[in-house]
């Protein structure tokens, strides 16, 4: 995210830039000053920086300069895991320049020095605002046309972006400040500064809208608990977790039906329902927010409420019916909720946005001026709590299980727990149903027709499987049928069994247990912005018609037996795997057919990693550092190998799978930097002691991942050198694995980032100034060693360094990307060459099925340059001139006064096929891309010691905002990055220097 610091005094600037430098990494926010200056220049600059955050695939924040904001309220705007523009507002009475209007949670108009707002306003504007990356080109828009418009405006820039954001239609969420301090006053410093702000995060971690029990019974208890669990270092997903377990052991204690077991499993309910509270208040207290988790809470939170009503079941005498009409009564019930109130009457309750022209500085219309208080409690009063608990939360249901089973003990058995909760659930349906219908009749938007959003979900909610047609429901009132479809199948379900078998009751319930999952995954997606449920796998599943009509025919035909407990398993296959593979919104790679491998290598991930992450949490940490390369020469494992060797104090291991190759290319990678390697001991990867060297190691440190890359434990600090992040996307080449690592290195922050988002597990992975084989580049001075290769050391070199196109062996790589390269285009770059006194030779991928000897080069193999004594950034240092396209290598040069050609003729193939980061290759470095027609150009300037294109190669450097580092530097400078990180993970340097050299961008 870019972060616009606009303007701002010496008693405020200070203490906000202090706040912005310590946001997470994973907001990865980059700082831009913007002076104070004219309102037009101010906006002009911000879409500027807009359209550049449009290009790189990010974010944009505008931030003033005189902004006193605790630092909860710096993190509440600019690192919200909800994808919409958020607007920070303060409660305090706006002035007639800076008042907002709110509308529920959403900024619907604003105020400047020239645009009016009135009594309309119910907020004062802080003018701190957060733009999505899906709305920085609106926003850029936006802002230009302010910047015409205000040409010759005073007032305040920041502010006057804010209207322009609103009139320009995008949906800005208003933040509260309260009960927090927000203002745009140095007077608010001693105020903010005196503010114990931990203890306030506590006391805000509950959730709004609890029902009665969870909000004066439970949460008092989850607080006291959350804070132990916070010290205790546990995450909201392992409480999640354990509270799942929790509720799981209940629902067997109470299917064994003595009176014990089931007195302890009411009693455990309660337990797991107070740790549901826990959760959700870590992640709101710690910010620990993940679409994931969210996701994790809710499935399981269903997934255990029908897990204890079978147990139930179980536990009492034909109590089957019972279950099956309580799971299909709260389906039912859950059916409405999502298809009216947060749907459709989300959708009344959503008002205008002031849309009219940025020039247009008049009031409001009359219609268009009211507004709520945001964030004002109202009718917290008894009939508030009593509506609540007609409502039948969650927390309700579950007392009223609890408190069902205990009567049960002493009078009425298990049955009493279901028949009070289908009464009451029941009772709650009818209430809500009537006040909805209630709703709709009277409501004078009734008849007009939903927008397609709103009408896809509910649309989807029908679940019309085989007989969907893609439409979206056009009219408010169709909310009705997906609860109708939804009764009407689970009434099937109950009356099927009961007419004609009721020992196929149990397997009723079983299938309506995978119904109601696939319906919560179409509701859970669509609010959470994920992909939506694939059509086949609607359509496989049949439809509520499809289901409804077999389940008839069973009944009519007494097959019910056989045919109940096929359907659920079918009906299960078809729904449950895909919704769990794309529960994580960060798998968002495109769906592949899985091979014998793919799935061979995920069965084994899915063991190793919980035993590798065991043994790492029963064993201490020693100061020992491993380093592991792919394939063993890989330089940028070695130099580190060596980094370590010379500046750590702990033992040092290189893993290979050929020792005796990777010690000779350590020895020469070590001589070449002016470091000793003898320090490095050389293991092989296989066996169960470099597994063990791997658990203890307190520094690890690979290019490819290494024993599946867990998530380390305790104080162990792991780094994924990677193999250079360049400008293709890697997600597509890594899709079945997540790498654990903490830290990630890379040249180019923005690409650095993008790599973190396909590869890592973690969105905090912190960015480390990459890559140590740059060391190599910078050292490689003697010319001489070139003849080893047969080349003229006086002569000019080009080295052709292609990507691979197609791959012989590349794990889950695809094996086919982009198209391949043309011996046309060889000629013409072999014939430049020669024409210009050039000496030209292709490196190609080692992984390549294709050698390039059709292209009339020269090819240089790996074993070609290990048998003239050489490596491969020793060769590249030695060129006076590279062409390359999507491989990373080119970015090692890119600092350097060498000629650099990027030859992409298949580009737009690449694009679709692979994927390519973000800022896209022809943006970012569009003045490199060459074609064979340009051939001539580039050898005449490579032969004359010119730099082809250096106006271009500068900007690249520019754009993609590569870290500059003093030439040999860059394993030192990652080292003490390591060190800093490591400090700040868990206060120990791991005996590195903890200071680094300063930032710069080339």
């Given at each position: 995210m870019i972060v616009a610091l606009v303007g701002g005094g010496p008693a405020t600037r200070p203490r906000l830039r202090a706040q912005l430098d310590r946001?997470?990494?994973?907001?990865?926010?980059?700082?831009?000053?913007?002076?104070?200056?004219?309102?037009?220049?101010?906006?002009?600059?911000?879409?500027?920086?807009?359209?550049?955050?449009?290009?790189?695939?990010?974010?944009?924040?505008?931030?003033?300069?005189?902004?006193?904001?605790?630092?909860?309220?710096?993190?509440?705007?600019?690192?919200?895991?909800?994808?919409?523009?958020?607007?920070?507002?303060?409660?305090?009475?706006?002035?007639?320049?800076?008042?907002?209007?709110?509308?529920?949670?959403?900024?619907?108009?604003?105020?400047?020095?020239r645009h009016e707002l009135?009594?309309?306003?119910?907020?004062?504007?802080?003018?701190?605002?957060?733009?999505?990356?899906?709305?920085?080109?609106?926003?850029?828009?936006?802002?230009?046309?302010?910047?015409?418009?205000?040409?010759?405006?005073?007032?305040?820039?920041?502010?006057?972006?804010?209207?322009?954001?609103?009139?320009?239609?995008?949906?800005?969420?208003?933040?509260?400040?309260?009960?927090?301090?927000?203002?745009?006053?140095?007077?608010?410093?001693?105020?903010?500064?005196?503010?114990?702000?931990?203890?306030?995060?506590?006391?805000?971690?509950?959730?709004?809208?609890?029902?009665?029990?969870?909000?004066?019974?439970?949460?008092?208890?989850?607080?006291?608990?959350?804070?132990?669990?916070?010290?205790?270092?546990?995450?909201?997903?392992?409480?999640?977790?354990?509270?799942?377990?929790?509720?799981?052991?209940?629902?067997?204690?109470?299917?064994?039906?003595?009176?014990?077991?089931?007195?302890?499993?009411?009693l455990l309910l309660q337990v797991s329902l107070v740790l549901d509270c826990v959760d959700g208040e870590i992640a709101r207290s710690t910010r620990r927010f993940s679409s994931f988790g969210a996701w994790l809470d809710l499935a399981t939170d269903r997934v255990k409420e029908y897990a204890v009503l079978a147990a139930v079941a179980v536990a009492g005498s034909d109590l089957w019916p019972l279950a099956v009409a309580a799971i299909g009564l709260q389906l039912t019930r859950h059916m409405a909720d999502y298809a009216f109130a947060d749907t459709?009457?989300?959708?009344?309750?959503?008002?205008?946005?002031?849309?009219?022209?940025?020039?247009?500085?008049?009031?409001?219309?009359?219609?268009?001026?009211?507004?709520?208080?945001?964030?004002?409690?109202?009718?917290?009063?008894?009939?508030?709590?009593?509506?609540?608990?007609?409502?039948?939360?969650?927390?309700?249901?579950?007392?009223?299980?609890?408190?069902?089973?205990?009567?049960?003990?002493?009078?009425?058995?298990?049955?009493?727990?279901?028949?009070?909760?289908?009464?009451?659930?029941?009772?709650?349906?009818?209430?809500?149903?009537?006040?909805?219908?209630?709703?709709?009749?009277?409501?004078?938007?009734?008849r007009t027709p939903l927008p397609p959003g709103p009408g896809r979900v509910v649309a989807a909610l029908r679940d019309d499987g085989l007989l969907d047609r893609g439409r979206p429901a056009r009219r408010p009132t169709a909310w009705v049928l997906p609860l109708l479809v939804t009764a009407a199948e689970g009434g099937m379900l109950l009356l099927g069994p009961l007419l004609a078998d009721r020992d196929a009751l149990s397997w009723a319930f079983a299938w309506a247990f995978v119904v109601a999952?696939?319906?919560?995954?179409?509701?859970?997606?669509?609010?959470?912005?994920?992909?939506?449920?694939?059509?086949?796998?609607?359509?496989?599943?049949?439809?509520?018609?499809?289901?409804?009509?077999?389940?008839?025919?069973?009944?009519?035909?007494?097959?019910?037996?056989?045919?109940?407990?096929?359907?659920?398993?079918?009906?299960?296959?078809?729904?449950?795997?895909?919704?769990?593979?794309?529960?994580?919104?960060?798998?968002?790679?495109?769906?592949?057919?899985?091979?014998?491998?793919?799935?061979?290598?995920?069965?084994?991930?899915?063991?190793?990693?919980?035993?590798?992450?065991?043994?790492?949490?029963?064993?201490?940490?020693?100061r020992l550092a491993l380093v592991a390369g792919l394939p063993d020469t890989e330089e940028n494992s070695l130099v580190t190998a060596v980094a370590l060797a010379d500046r750590y104090p702990g033992a040092v291991v290189l893993v290979a799978n050929d020792p005796a190759r990777a010690r000779v290319a350590l020895d020469r990678v070590a001589a070449l930097v002016g470091r000793p390697a003898d320090r490095v001991r050389v293991v092989p990867k296989r066996g169960l002691a470099t597994f063990r060297t791997f658990v203890r190691a307190e520094l690890v440190c690979y290019t490819h991942g290494l024993y599946d890359s867990p998530r380390p434990v305790g104080r162990r600090l792991h780094v994924n050198l990677w193999h250079g992040t360049g400008p293709k996307w890697n997600a597509n080449a890594n899709f079945a694995q997540r790498i654990g690592a903490q830290a990630h290195s890379a040249s180019s922050p923005l690409w650095g980032h993008e790599a973190i988002r396909a590869l890592s597990l973690g969105a905090d992975t912190r960015l480390v100034a990459g890559n140590p084989r740059q060391d190599v580049v910078a050292a490689a001075r003697d010319r001489g060693r070139l003849a080893g290769l047969g080349l003229d050391p006086a002569r000019p070199l080009v080295v052709w360094l292609p990507t691979f196109r197609s791959s012989r062996s590349a794990g889950l790589v695809g094996l086919h990307e982009g198209e391949p390269l043309t011996a046309a285009a060889g000629a013409a770059f072999a014939a430049a060459a020669t024409r210009h006194g050039v000496q030209l030779v292709a490196k190609p991928h080692r992984l390549d099925s294709e050698l390039f000897t059709s292209l009339g080069v020269r090819v240089l193999t790996d074993d070609d340059v290990d048998r003239a004594g050489m490596t491969l950034y020793e060769l590249l240092g030695q060129a006076a001139g590279l062409l390359s396209d999507y491989s990373s290598g080119w970015l090692d040069l890119l600092d350097r006064d060498i000629s650099i050609g990027l030859y992409v003729p298949d580009l737009e193939t690449y694009r679709r096929e692979r994927g390519l980061n973000r800022p896209d290759l022809g943006v970012a470095a569009g003045g490199l891309l060459l074609d064979a027609g340009d051939a001539d150009d580039f050898f005449a300037d490579v032969a004359t010691g010119r730099v082809w294109h250096a106006a271009g190669r500068r900007a690249c450097a520019e754009r993609i905002e590569l870290i500059d580092v003093a030439p040999g530097r860059r394993a030192d400078r990652m080292l003490a990055e390591l060190a800093q990180l490591a400090v700040d993970l868990f206060g120990d340097d791991l005996g590195l220097p903890a200071q680094r050299e300063p930032a710069t961008s080339s």
């Open positions: 946001l997470p990494d994973r907001v990865r926010a980059r700082v831009t000053p913007v002076p104070a200056a004219p309102p037009a220049v101010v906006l002009r600059a911000l879409a500027d920086l807009a359209r550049r955050a449009a290009e790189n695939g990010e974010g944009i924040a505008v931030v003033p300069g005189d902004l006193v904001a605790s630092d909860r309220l710096v993190l509440d705007v600019l690192d919200d895991p909800r994808a919409t523009d958020r607007l920070l507002v303060s409660a305090a009475a706006p002035g007639p320049a800076d008042g907002v209007r709110c509308a529920g949670a959403v900024v619907v108009g604003a105020a400047s020095a009135g009594p309309a306003a119910t907020h004062t504007s802080l003018a701190t605002v957060a733009v999505t990356a899906a709305d920085v080109a609106t926003a850029a828009a936006a802002w230009d046309e302010a910047a015409t418009v205000g040409a010759r405006w005073e007032g305040d820039g920041a502010q006057l972006a804010v209207v322009a954001l609103v009139r320009a239609g995008l949906p800005v969420t208003a933040v509260p400040a309260e009960p927090y301090v927000g203002a745009r006053t140095p007077d608010a410093l001693p105020t903010a500064q005196a503010l114990d702000e931990d203890d306030l995060a506590w006391r805000q971690a509950s959730r709004s809208g609890d029902g009665v029990w969870s909000t004066f019974v439970l949460r008092p208890i989850s607080r006291r608990v959350s804070r132990r669990a916070v010290r205790a270092g546990l995450t909201p997903n392992q409480v999640t977790v354990v509270g799942f377990l929790l509720a799981l052991t209940a629902a067997g204690l109470i299917a064994a039906g003595n009176v014990g077991t089931v007195v302890a499993g009411a459709v009457l989300a959708l009344w309750r959503r008002a205008a946005p002031d849309t009219r022209p940025f020039a247009d500085g008049t009031a409001p219309p009359a219609a268009a001026s009211s507004g709520d208080r945001l964030g004002t409690p109202t009718g917290r009063g008894p009939v508030h709590w009593v509506k609540q608990a007609i409502h039948m939360q969650i927390g309700e249901r579950w007392l009223v299980l609890s408190v069902g089973l205990l009567v049960g003990t002493v009078v009425g058995g298990p049955a009493v727990a279901l028949v009070a909760y289908l009464t009451l659930v029941g009772a709650g349906l009818a209430w809500v149903l009537a006040g909805w219908a209630l709703r709709t009749l009277t409501n004078p938007r009734r999952w696939h319906r919560y995954d179409v509701f859970y997606r669509a609010r959470g912005g994920r992909t939506p449920v694939p059509r086949w796998v609607a359509r496989a599943g049949g439809g509520w018609l499809v289901r409804l009509a077999v389940l008839v025919a069973g009944a009519a035909t007494d097959q019910l037996g056989w045919l109940l407990p096929a359907g659920a398993l079918y009906l299960a296959l078809v729904y449950v795997p895909e919704s769990l593979l794309r529960a994580n919104p960060r798998a968002t790679v495109p769906w592949r057919r899985p091979s014998l491998g793919v799935l061979r290598k995920s069965v084994r991930r899915a063991v190793a990693v919980p035993v590798a992450r065991g043994l790492m949490r029963v064993t201490r940490p020693r």
